[in-house]
């Protein structure tokens, strides 16, 4: 399989699982943060609504600065409207592959960076990049933003397996 076959297939995979989580992120609270050290809910969920397009910058680009000087300017994505979160989420990933089926292995295999504020955060080959930047970053703010569903008394989805909320079924 090639490279760019396994990222589409991983990013398709992981889109599933990243849209069950979505649809039961709970509107209204955006400000919510169950820490004063925790991140708000509106930028986490933006965060995970929208990750997976790193994916073209990765590909387009040698570099991504996450906290540019100056500020940045990423888009707005809505993140008080349900359905414009999951179109958001949709467009995002629907960019990441194409980018992935424009590609191919060889430049797959070039040098990309990341950087905040001009510094180099994580430096490596593309597909690399992707998988840790993309895919398992991805996982660990989706998994982050199942703690605020849980503590705002939306329920769980199953994801890669039962949650207290859905899918004990196959244990009975």
Sequence with gaps: MKLTELLIADI???????????ERVPMGHEKYKPHEKSMELGPLVYMVTTMVEWTDFMINR??????????GNWPKV????REKLLEAHSAAVKKA???LQKTNEEHL?????LLAKGKVMSEGPRHVMIRDTVLNH????????TVYLRL?????PA??????????EIYE
């Design 138 to 145: 991805l996982a660990h703010h989706r998994g982050q933003l």
């Design 97 to 99: 592959v194409a980018a």
């Design 78 to 81: 809505d993140v008080s409207s």
């Design 12 to 22: 398709e995979r992981d889109a599933e699982a990243t849209r069950k989580v979505l």
């Design 109 to 113: 295999q070039t040098h990309w960076k």
């Design 62 to 71: 040698d570099e991504l600065d996450v906290a540019p000087k100056g500020g």
């Design 159 to 168: 994801i890669y397996g039962p949650s207290a909320d859905e899918g004990r």
């Design 152 to 156: 705002l008394s939306a329920s769980v």
